[in-house]
């Protein structure tokens, strides 16, 4: 990516299943070293397009290319009476990192929050040692939580047919 290239954000479309798919695969083995089931990853991704209740995929674009994306899942908030925003699988191709694109979605993310009132913040998780995912978080205003997040993962041999 060169100076001047401008990033365009827009909402994912089924058009975009592969590139989300495929992006989705990469993170998972560069920042878990695991790898995910083409099939299962595939139908997640397209369930998510397809009912808009689930969430929604943003993607940047530079000169036509898909160069990240993120999704938006929500959280209901009883204290609140809103939803949290749950920023998730957020994944900037290597060409394009340290080059904006991320604070570009995160800055469309940011707006279209702003401008719901049943948008109550904006929340996501971080590997433990992604110190440059944690600066780049912290720089646009993302700060840690006092909670700590705990999780029982089920065995994922559901498929979608």
């Known amino acids: 990516m060169t100076p001047g290239e401008a ?3 827009r909402a994912a479309h089924t058009g975009d299943l592969d590139a989300l798919a495929a992006f989705n695969a990469a993170m998972a083995l560069e920042t878990e070293n695991k790898a995910l089931d083409a099939t299962v990853l595939r139908a ?3 369930t998510v397009l397809d009912e808009p209740a689930r ?3 943003l993607v ?3 000169e036509g290319v898909v160069a990240a994306c993120l999704m938006i899942t929500f959280e209901w908030s009883d204290w609140r009476n809103g939803d949290w925003w749950w920023l ?4 900037v191709a290597p060409e394009f990192r340290r080059h904006g694109v991320f604070r570009a979605l995160y800055a469309e993310v940011e707006r279209r929050a702003a401008q719901r009132a049943d948008v109550v913040g904006l929340r996501l998780y971080v590997e433990r040692d992604n110190a440059r995912a944690q600066r780049t978080y ?3 205003g993302l ?3 006092h909670y700590e997040m705990r999780e ?7 498929t979608n047919s």
């Open 55 to 57: 969430g929604f995929y």
């Open 60 to 62: 940047a674009e530079v």
């Open 138 to 140: 912290d720089d646009l």
């Open 152 to 158: 029982k993962e089920f065995a994922c041999e559901k």
């Open 143 to 145: 700060r840690t939580s």
């Open 88 to 91: 998730q699988s957020v994944y």
């Open 44 to 46: 997640g991704v397209s």
């Open 7 to 9: 990033v365009r954000i």
